[in-house]
């Protein structure tokens, strides 16, 4: 038996085989033959969600997003690419679904009238379930890649979201709360999701100190000690770099524009299978001001959270895969926000 299995009480993720099953086989009941009735089966009437743009609170908001989401893009699909996850407690557990989504925007959604243009872009949702059903989710997109795909402006784009969230139903707004509220001295111990078991500590501890070497410290030279030669990061806008020097540009290209920025562990989930190997994913938040390159637009100072998400797929005690999730558009949404403000 999967020893994370022996943990958890079977009724958590049944009638399905394990928790993996219960993440993909409902999304697919509910995205694929759209049985979105089928939500109320899966979230709980008090669902918090979490996102780079505010939080939403019960399930009235879930199914109201949903249903204008399946209107816009009704032929939604894609593959599953990952579900790490990780029991938190008896009657828990924790998953981190990494997706490749694909669609055509043939409806009305908040970017606008339908363009029937395609688009593809990757996301991660990292969810709570106890007792059967998600209780929290913390949900990263890469929207850049679906504005580039229907051809529209994301400044343009970015500036109107300052204005109105995307989050439909009534989202409060970016700040110290939710997803960025609060502070973990042990992230590898206890994150957003609670308390973790005490299993792949050590690779979870590299991780942590990856990113306070790497990312804070700015010690770009010490990559090759957490990365394997041959490491491939897929990021935002569906690029990818593979070596140690690319890895290296890609990291900091990302932290020119926010020269300040530190970076905070939220969560990691474990997850070891025969065919996949060990993965760590991680839930990170950076804050910094935008001072730096104008990757975003005139630069304006504009104090910005970039929240993300990371799968890391270790191979030989090394990191030899990194996808790497944020949401450039609700950054540009923080930066524009600041420049309307300065401009009353």
């Known amino acids: 038996m999967n020893e994370q299995l022996a943990g958890i009480d079977p009724a958590v993720y049944a009638p399905y085989d394990d928790p993996r099953d219960y993440i993909t086989s409902w999304t697919d009941k509910i995205w694929i033959t759209r049985g979105l009735g089928h939500l109320k089966d899966h979230y709980s009437q008090g669902i918090k969600v979490h996102t780079a743009y505010g939080e939403t609170y019960g399930f009235d908001h879930v199914m109201r997003n949903s249903i204008q989401r399946m209107s816009a893009f009704p032929n939604r699909g894609g593959g599953h690419d990952d579900v790490v996850w990780e029991e938190r407690g008896r009657d828990g557990f924790v998953s981190s679904h990494r997706v490749l989504n694909n669609a055509t925007h043939s409806g009305y ?47 343009v784009i970015g500036a109107d979201l300052a204005r109105h969230s995307p989050v439909l139903g009534g989202a409060t707004k970016v700040g110290d709360q939710g997803a960025f509220a609060g502070c973990f001295d ?17 690779e979870c501890a ?90 975003y637009g005139p630069v304006n100072n504009a104090p910005v959270m970039v929240l993300g998400s990371s799968h890391f797929e270790f191979r030989r005690g090394k990191i030899i895969r990194e996808w790497r999730m944020f949401d450039e558009i609700a950054i540009i949404a923080q930066i524009a926000a600041q420049g309307a403000q300065a401009s009353e």
């Open 206 to 295: 590299m991780v942590v100190d990856m990113f306070q070497h790497v990312w804070n410290e700015r010690m770009l030279d010490q990559v090759p000690d957490y990365f394997a030669d041959t490491v491939v990061v897929q990021s935002v806008r569906m690029r990818r770099a593979m070596g140690i020097a690319p890895f290296q540009n890609e990291l900091i290209d990302l932290l020119a524009s926010f020269p300040d920025g530190q970076v905070e562990m939220r969560d990691l989930v474990t997850h070891y299978s025969p065919d996949l190997g060990l993965r760590v994913a991680a839930i990170w938040l950076m804050r910094g001001t935008y001072s730096g390159v104008p990757t």
């Open 109 to 155: 959604w908040t970017y606008g009238a339908p363009t029937g243009k395609q688009w593809i872009n990757r996301g991660t949702a990292h969810c709570l379930v106890k007792g059967g059903k998600v209780v929290e989710e913390w949900v990263m997109r890469d929207e850049f890649s679906v504005l580039q795909g229907l051809d529209l402006d994301p400044f």
């Open 186 to 202: 042990d992230p590898v111990r206890v994150g957003i999701s609670g308390e973790r078991p005490r299993r792949h500590d050590a």
